[in-house]
């Protein structure tokens, strides 16, 4: 099948790639652009390791196809915070124990990153229920939803501390 | 010199054993700049994927590969055929029996590897697989290891039915083994005579330790040097050279074997699998690199399972309820092929720690290995070898000798622990337990809980249930494990020949920091970061100034990996030693900097100092710069050292459970209301790390006990491929858990840890299960099979009458 | 896991989807969310030569109310569902079913029209569909035609809708009922062992009306008019709950699989069917 030219921006910057319509995002963002970040776990979107952000939605980058994605603006685990920089919740997986083996991470922070968007004040049912699209084969969940919860803390001091 | 900051800042600043050390791995997962296989992206790199077999039992009549060849960008088809002038399309299992790399006539297992397609891309692979045509003629199938051993259908035509197996003489030809530890005669003579035996048949189920990253490797011949490079999801990976080296006939230091980042083993990632060889070979025929990767539905349909062991016991006691003998026998069903992950002297791993944490005079376990068209396994999924099915059997016979007995189970089990006075404790079936105080444990675990007024409220809603005021029951679950953990001895000890030490070597840099390498491999365990602690408070010199590196061949001393919970017992072991070598080395230095005698200075924290004049010192720092720039009369320049160690013995790391769980007896749904976990790994390195091992082990024994699953149909069709109907949970169906500990240190392992990766899985699964059937007791239910899923708990209180 | 090669289309309106399934007829398939057909295609199970992806049509997508009527676009989201408030308003059962309905990820995705048109036995949406009577809005070449989603379902996988048409909309009359989505599954992300959409009115103290229907109980969803009989006129006490369980009960045929045996499937029906209405009744 001939392939298109797809545009999309990565992380804020524009790309283009030569894909079939039938290559899956998940694997566009990891082997055309070198976003590794997201993991491929069980490629029937249940265990969300390939979650990216796109368009203001949490996406299972393996049940899309790229070509669906044209213009589209997506967020991956690469886009959010830097190594002098880190996001808060990057720091809080890490000061809370909120990841082992590190697979399934940058799916879960992907996705609590966009749960703390829409919810900036979860109960911890709100963020069980909100990253229950994320399978962790290490943790128990216990430390990630406290990184969580955490981090949503400490996103909303610093907020009243602007104010 | 003034010493500026106190001790305490000192020891606070090494970062050593017992500190909640953030980990050091965490900055690049957190950033998504980890490095698994599969983001191994070479030039030129080939994509192999493989045709696999629909059928559970047939003749391979034919295979064709014209129409995939000819399609544009596949490189190669190989099939058994290609394989065999190299000697390859079978390879040697863990267990001594051997199995098919690609089809050799026959296919055993739905799933099984029966051509290997190489292709430039994924998209292209996965389109010739499918133009691959291969003829089947179905044999008949079995999937259930009694009739197995009836049947004169014959599974594994290659082998000689009277001929012995690995394990000694085979009874049919269905039949892998027998395996017998213990005093039959004896055992069934007590038996005979007691007061009081209970029996009981119980399945543990087949299941699948399912890691989130699935297994893969990335083979690369580099034809010029002569060299092979391969990278993979090894849990053991100088195991896998050697194999590899074996296998292939190219010399061992021409191969290098790299375990990356490992997105979870939990035993998944022990074994040897046809994707690792066939990539291979692919990449020897092609001269290119060439990646195998599974996808989830392969890894849960062809990689190792766990467990499948069917258990029928005998316990007996006392009037008093003090145990008297025990009797166990297991048919084991191995699937196709015998690709257990166990000691060779162990084909039933460590099943014979079945006495449990009691005091238990004589003993017998009799295990009967069996083939099925089933996929091959057998591996210890988060456990020692074959832990989970001893520990589950033994806590539930326990608990159907207190419903024979009408007695409290949890005080059936105090009156019979091993007293902490009988340490080192001699098992019936051949142990020496290193340590344990059970007995506090279990009060403490108790009071934490509240135990009797649990009692108290269950008997409540017993009551409130006869009124038919409610519909939901309690169930209390307990569960009193002994783990045994950290293979070697090497005498004891093998794997393929390979004796189960562990190993590790470390360099301390002029500038005072280090770099330690060590012969085991993260999984998520965080060993970059706990070992450290070990070497920080050996050597003084802080954690964080020490790199820990793992999983590449050419620069790791060689170590027999991480499964069993093996890497704190041996390899932590090893660092331990390591440290103290270069202990015994920085004593002369100081000593001679200092200009006094080796034995007048002391170390302390992260210095040596003058004994009795603390202000005199040579901190670790100055030490490193002198050894190697300062000539010291009669030692060698450089600061370094290399243990390898053996154990003398396992350790038994061992602890307290209680599960608190309300069941609607109308769906069938259970709900945790409570979870206590108490641990005991001796020495604690990093009580973080522990307490998160703790609750990710806690959660996969949920999910065992409670719904996950390999099922088959008759016609051997794997009817749990995929995480619809695979059970792992999600946040949301996990409890938050309690976690507690008392430290009771191995004599023998040189900081007194034991381990703790897989206790709470080996403690868990009973804990749930006794949980749901706690809940039923009072109303008569006995013992009823895991997983206790919805429908199989609502078929417990339909079969007991609760839904008349 | 990958599917076989096929043609991407992304018309910007319904004729240009239209077009091009008149082009090539069943070797053509709309794709809205793909939380269904996307797993199918990669497994292989479905063969689809050209995938029409609908989302730049405008047309299909957003959720009016108007004069009692609420008109839903194919092509919105289970997440936008749960968080449109005057639908909330209107129709809060939409919400409660929505919400159980697989995880955060793929509710941002899947969308209604998707749910209800692809004919899965397993999706929660056509049960709640024919619970609230809706109507589904089918354009073809031929012009547009409406089916009650009482009359669209065949079996499984197989629906009134002609190969070459489009469901665009979905309508329903806002409710005015105790309403409720009770759900029983092994996990999130599990389809239902057994599920039952309910609305029950109130006249006095009696049931006025009532409507049940259920999901993965059969090949299709199942609308229990039997059941709602069995409630109207009766103060919606045990007896009469129990009569429209047994009535509801009459009317499905589930059938084993992992989730469990018929046995115990009719069992749970049973319970979920009777929680429905209990808690629609406490609304009501």
């Given at each position: ?21 039938r ?46 994605a ?14 002098e ?5 990057q ?7 909120g ?5 399934c991470t940058?799916?879960?922070?992907t996705?609590?990153h ?8 979860p109960t ?27 981090a949503?803390?400490?996103l ?7 104010q | ?9 000192r ?19 957190t ?17 192999g ?12 009549k ?49 799933g099984?590897?029966v ?26 199938v ?17 082998l ?32 005979d ?5 209970a ?13 989130l ?19 993979g999801?090894f849990q053991?990976?100088h195991v ?63 990689t ?37 992950a ?41 456990c020692s ?10 806590e539930?016979m326990?608990e ?13 089990r ?10 080192p404790?001699h ?7 290193d ?28 009551e409130a ?25 090497v005498?004891?000890c093998?794997?393929?020949?390979m004796?189960?030490?562990?190993s590790c070597e ?5 500038t ?26 050996e050597?003084g010199?802080?954690?964080d ?12 001393p060689?170590g027999l ?17 390591v440290?103290?070598?270069i ?5 002369m230095?100081?000593?001679?900097l ?14 040596f ?6 202000e ?103 009817k ?13 169906e ?8 008392t ?17 709470p899985?080996?403690?868990?699964v ?21 997983p206790h ?6 078929k ?9 | ?13 319904i ?7 008149a ?31 609908l ?5 299909l ?9 609420i008109?839903?676009?194919?092509m ?10 005057a ?9 409660e ?22 004919g ?13 009577d ?23 996988y197989?629906t ?9 909309h ?10 409720a ?12 062992t057994?599920?039952?959409a309910?609305?029950?009115?109130k ?20 609308l ?8 109207i ?5 045990t ?34 069917i ?11």
């Amino acid at each position: 099948m001939t392939k298109q030219i797809v545009t999309m921006t990565v992380n804020g910057e524009k790309k283009e790639v030569l894909a079939e319509p039938r290559e899956l995002l998940i694997y566009v963002l990891r082997e055309k652009m070198g976003m590794t970040g997201p993991h491929v776990g069980c490629e029937t979107s249940h265990c969300g390791a390939c979650t990216v952000e796109i368009d203001g939605k949490s996406v299972k980058s393996c049940t899309m196809f790229a070509a669906q994605a044209q213009g589209a603006e997506i967020k991956t685990i690469e886009g959010l915070g830097s190594p002098e920089n880190l996001h808060v919740l990057q720091e809080s997986f890490k000061e809370h124990h909120g990841l082992q083996c590190g697979y399934c991470t940058p799916g879960m922070i992907t996705r609590a990153h966009r749960l703390l968007i829409e919810n900036p004040n979860p109960t911890e049912e709100d963020v069980r229920f909100g990253i229950a699209g994320n399978i962790c084969r290490c943790t128990g969940y216990q430390n990630i939803v406290k990184s969580i919860l955490s981090a949503a803390a400490e996103l909303n001091a610093a907020k009243e501390a602007a104010q | 010199m003034k010493d500026e900051v106190t001790r305490e800042e000192r020891v606070t600043k090494l970062k050593g054993l017992g500190c909640s050390r953030k980990r050091v791995e965490d900055a690049r997962f957190t950033q998504g700049k980890g490095n698994y296989v599969d983001d191994i992206n070479l030039p030129g790199m080939l994509t192999g994927d493989f045709v696999r077999s629909p059928c559970a039992h047939a003749r391979v009549k034919s295979i064709n590969t014209d129409a995939a060849m000819a399609l544009e960008g596949v490189v190669a088809v190989l099939t058994a055929k290609d394989l065999e002038p190299l000697g390859l399309h079978w390879m040697p299992t863990l267990a001594g029996d051997k199995q098919m790399v690609l089809a050799d006539g026959k296919v055993l297992f739905q799933g099984q590897e029966v051509a290997f397609v190489v292709a430039t891309d994924r998209y292209i692979a996965s389109d010739a697989v499918e133009l691959v045509e291969v003829e089947y003629e179905e044999l008949p199938v079995i999937v259930d290891p009694f009739k197995s051993m009836q049947s004169d259908v014959v599974l594994r035509e290659d082998l000689d039915p009277k001929a012995p197996g690995a394990h000694g003489p085979r009874k049919h030809h269905n039949h892998i083994f027998t395996w017998e530890v213990g005093d039959e005669a004896g055992t069934n003579a007590v038996i005979d005579d007691a007061d009081i035996v209970a029996e009981e048949s119980m399945y543990y189920h087949r299941t699948h330790p399912c890691p989130l990253e699935p297994c893969g490797s990335v083979a690369s011949m580099d034809k010029v040097n002569g060299k092979l490079t391969l990278w993979g999801t090894f849990q053991a990976p100088h195991v896998v050279r050697t194999v590899a080296s074996l296998l292939s006939g190219i010399e061992e230091h021409n191969i290098r074997v790299v375990s990356p980042d490992i997105g979870g083993g939990f035993g998944n990632k022990v074994g040897v699998y046809p994707g690792y060889v066939c990539s291979i070979v692919a990449s020897i025929v092609t001269g290119v690199p060439v990646k195998w990767v599974e996808d989830r539905m392969e890894n849960l349909m062809s990689t190792a399972f766990a467990r499948d062991y069917w258990m029928k016991g005998k316990i007996s006691a006392t009037k008093e309820g003090k145990i008297t003998g025990l009797h166990c026998h297991v048919t084991a069903d191995h699937g196709a092929f015998d690709a257990c992950a166990d000691p060779t002297k162990f084909p039933a791993g460590f099943m014979n720690i079945c006495t449990g944490s009691y005091d238990i005079p004589i003993a017998y376990l009799g295990v009967d290995g069996v083939y099925t068209n089933k996929a091959p396994g057998g591996v210890s999924y988060r456990c020692s070898f074959r832990v989970t099915e001893a520990v589950y059997f033994i806590e539930r016979m326990i608990e159907v000798l207190a419903i024979e007995m009408n007695m409290d189970a949890a005080e059936l089990r105090r009156i019979n622990f091993i007293k902490k006075e009988q340490f080192p404790y001699h098992s019936a079936l051949g142990w020496e337990y290193d340590s344990g105080d059970y007995h506090t444990a279990w009060d403490k675990a108790l009071k934490a809980v509240d135990y009797d007024g649990l009692r108290k409220k269950q008997a409540e809603r017993v009551e409130a249930f006869k009124r038919g005021e409610t519909r939901s029951i309690m169930g209390i679950g307990l569960s009193f494990f002994t783990e045994i953990v950290g293979a070697g001895p090497v005498k004891n000890c093998d794997i393929l020949g390979m004796g189960m030490f562990d190993s590790c070597e470390i360099r301390i840099h002029p500038t005072g920091s280090a770099v330690a390498r060590l012969g085991t491999i993260s999984q998520g365990q965080g060993h970059a970061t706990t070992f450290a602690q070990i070497l920080a408070s050996e050597i003084g010199i802080s954690a964080d100034s020490i790199t820990i590196e793992e999983g590449d061949t050419d620069t790791a001393p060689y170590g027999l990996g991480t499964y069993g919970s093996r890497s704190t017992p041996v390899a932590g072991a090893a660092a331990a030693m390591v440290g103290r070598k270069i202990r015994a080395k920085a004593q002369m230095i100081a000593a001679y900097l200092l200009e006094v005698h080796d034995d007048d200075v002391e170390f302390d924290v992260d210095r040596f100092v003058v004994k009795g004049a603390p202000e005199r010192f040579k901190t670790m720092g100055e030490i490193a710069y002198a050894a190697y720039n300062q000539a010291i009369p009669g030692l060698e320049p450089g600061l370094e050292a290399v243990s390898y160690y053996d154990p003398p013995n396992m350790t038994y790391p061992f602890g307290a459970y209680v599960c608190v769980m309300d069941i609607d007896v109308d769906t069938g749904v259970p709900t945790i209301n409570r979870f206590y976990a108490l641990d005991d790994c001796g020495t604690r390195i990093n009580p973080m790390v522990i307490e998160g091992q703790i609750h990710g082990g806690l959660t996969e024994a949920l999910a065992v006990a409670l719904g996950q699953e390999i099922a088959y149909d008759d016609m051997g069709n794997c009817k749990t491929g995929t995480l619809m109907d695979f059970f792992l949970p999600t946040a949301w169906e996990v409890p938050n858990y309690e976690t507690d500990f008392t430290v009771t240190p191995s004599p023998h392992h040189p900081i007194g840890a034991k381990g703790v990766g897989e206790s709470p899985h080996v403690g868990g699964v009973p804990c749930f299960s006794n949980a749901v059937q706690d809940a039923f007791r009072p109303f008569g239910n006995r013992h009823t099979n895991m997983p206790h899923d919805h429908w199989r708990i609502w078929k417990a209180a339909n079969d007991l009458g609760m839904h008349d | 896991m990958i599917p076989a090669a096929f043609e991407y289309h992304r018309p910007s309106d319904i004729e240009g989807a239209l077009s091009v399934l008149a082009e090539h007829g069943d070797e053509a398939r709309v794709l809205a969310g793909g939380h269904s057909l996307i797993p199918m295609m990669k497994l292989r199970m479905a063969d689809v030569p050209h995938l029409i992806d609908l989302q730049d049509i405008a047309d299909l997508k957003g959720i009016t109310i108007a004069d009692g009527i609420i008109t839903i676009g194919a092509m919105t989201t289970q997440h936008e569902l749960i968080n449109h408030e005057a639908l909330f308003a209107a129709a809060p059962i939409i919400r409660e079913a929505a919400l159980q309905i697989a995880d955060p990820q793929v509710r941002y995705m899947g969308t209604i029209g998707g749910n209800v048109a692809n004919g899965d036995p397993g999706n929660d949406m056509p049960g709640l569909m024919q619970c609230l009577d809706a109507q589904f809005i089918l354009v073809g070449v031929d012009g547009t035609r409406k089916v009650p989603a009482r009359d669209f379902y065949e079996s499984a996988y197989m629906t009134n809708r002609d190969d070459e048409e489009i469901l665009t909309h979905i309508t329903f009359a806002s409710i005015d009922a105790g309403y409720a989505y009770e759900k029983q599954k092994r996990k999130i992300g599990d389809y239902a062992t057994a599920a039952c959409a309910a609305l029950v009115t109130k006249d006095g103290d009696k049931v006025a009306t009532a409507s049940i229907a259920m999901t993965n109980l059969s090949d299709v969803p199942v609308l229990s008019e039997a059941a709602a009989a069995a409630l109207i006129g009766t103060t919606c006490d045990t007896a009469a709950v129990k009569a429209a369980v047994a009535a509801a009960l009459e009317d499905i045929d589930p059938t084993e699989d992992n989730r469990g045996p018929v046995a115990f499937k009719m069992h749970v029906a049973g319970i979920i069917i009777s929680r429905a209405i209990a808690r629609a009744w406490s609304r009501a």
